[in-house]
């Protein structure tokens, strides 16, 4: 499935955070949105998941505009993984994941739960390596753990795109180099948002690079991730290498004189 982002503006307290973004994921694309810190990353993001209505522009899933469909029919096609979660949920693991499934039914959280559903929501705790977890309440886990089981609630959801905003938070490096090699073999359309410019550069097709809230550089990583760009938006200095075995781009940071 196609996204498209068109002229995006967000406007909060008289503040310009985003302002004029255009952006494309295509289909099975993973795309991600790097920039420092108060660049309007998150901003963008919760305006694709529907956590926020943009002052101007649109969001079309295969043309279609996101904000005009029903509830539902958008948590069929797009599930999401915010920066921060503030629920803490009484329920176990298990039960968390299974909200996933909430998009296809209708009525309570668990009514109507076949067991087709549970099969899904048990292989996405697997496919996340948090099967273990199922029955542990979420309250008890870690920052790590919590992470896992809502990707993992993100996949069972089934949708056909996924939102990321930082979703390798909390997560220790293998789990961090797991989590986007599963986002990335999942045949999704995906867009992420990634403080780490080094993942950002291994798992994703093409970046678009915010600064002030306007995108200013895109395309694949080797092509935008240049010493100049990275003095000029992120303030330090670069040094590009090549991973010896993946051949990916890796990048040594300096401070600035």
């Given at each position: 499935?196609?996204?498209?982002?068109?002229?995006?503006?967000?406007?909060?307290?008289?503040s310009?955070i985003?302002e004029?973004v255009?952006?494309?994921?295509?289909?099975?694309?993973?795309?991600?949105?790097?920039?420092?810190?108060?660049?309007?990353?998150?901003?963008?993001?919760?305006?694709?998941?529907?956590?926020?209505?943009?002052?101007?522009?649109?969001v079309?899933?295969?043309?279609a505009d996101?904000?005009?469909?029903?509830?539902?029919?958008?948590?069929?096609?797009?599930?999401?993984?915010?920066?921060?979660?503030?629920a803490?949920?009484?329920?176990?693991?298990?039960?968390?994941?299974?909200?996933?499934?909430?998009?296809?039914?209708?009525g309570?959280?668990?009514?109507g739960?076949?067991?087709?559903?549970?099969?899904?929501?048990?292989?996405?705790?697997?496919?996340?390596?948090a099967g273990?977890?199922a029955?542990?309440?979420?309250?008890?886990?870690?920052?790590?753990?919590?992470?896992?089981?809502?990707?993992?609630?993100?996949?069972?959801?089934?949708?056909?795109?996924?939102?990321?905003?930082?979703?390798?938070?909390?997560?220790?490096?293998a789990?961090?180099?797991?989590?986007?090699?599963?986002?990335?073999?999942?045949?999704?359309?995906?867009?992420?948002?990634?403080?780490?410019?080094?993942?950002?550069?291994?798992?994703?097709?093409?970046?678009?690079?915010?600064?002030?809230?306007?995108v200013?550089?895109?395309?694949?990583?080797?092509?935008?991730?240049?010493?100049?760009?990275?003095?000029?938006?992120?303030?330090?200095?670069?040094?590009r290498?090549?991973?010896?075995?993946?051949g990916?781009?890796?990048?040594?940071?300096?401070l600035?004189?």
């Amino acid at each position: 499935m196609r996204v498209d982002i068109e002229g995006l503006t967000v406007e909060l307290a008289g503040s310009r955070i985003v302002e004029d973004v255009t952006l494309r994921a295509d289909g099975g694309q993973v795309v991600g949105i790097v920039g420092p810190n108060g660049s309007g990353k998150s901003t963008l993001l919760r305006c694709v998941y529907r956590a926020l209505r943009p002052t101007a522009g649109t969001v079309r899933l295969d043309g279609a505009d996101l904000h005009a469909m029903d509830a539902r029919a958008g948590a069929r096609r797009l599930a999401a993984l915010p920066q921060e979660s503030a629920a803490e949920f009484d329920f176990t693991a298990a039960e968390v994941v299974a909200m996933g499934r909430l998009p296809h039914h209708r009525g309570t959280p668990f009514a109507g739960r076949t067991a087709a559903d549970a099969a899904l929501c048990a292989d996405a705790l697997d496919r996340v390596g948090a099967g273990h977890l199922a029955g542990r309440g979420f309250r008890s886990l870690s920052g790590g753990e919590k992470q896992r089981v809502l990707i993992a609630r993100a996949f069972a959801q089934q949708p056909q795109v996924l939102v990321l905003d930082e979703p390798t938070n909390h997560l220790d490096i293998a789990h961090q180099l797991e989590v986007l090699s599963l986002v990335r073999a999942s045949g999704l359309t995906v867009l992420t948002a990634l403080h780490d410019l080094n993942l950002a550069a291994r798992h994703c097709d093409v970046l678009y690079v915010l600064d002030g809230g306007r995108v200013v550089a895109a395309g694949p990583p080797h092509d935008v991730l240049g010493a100049e760009l990275l003095a000029e938006v992120f303030g330090v200095r670069a040094h590009r290498v090549t991973h010896p075995e993946t051949g990916a781009l890796q990048l040594l940071f300096d401070l600035t004189d």
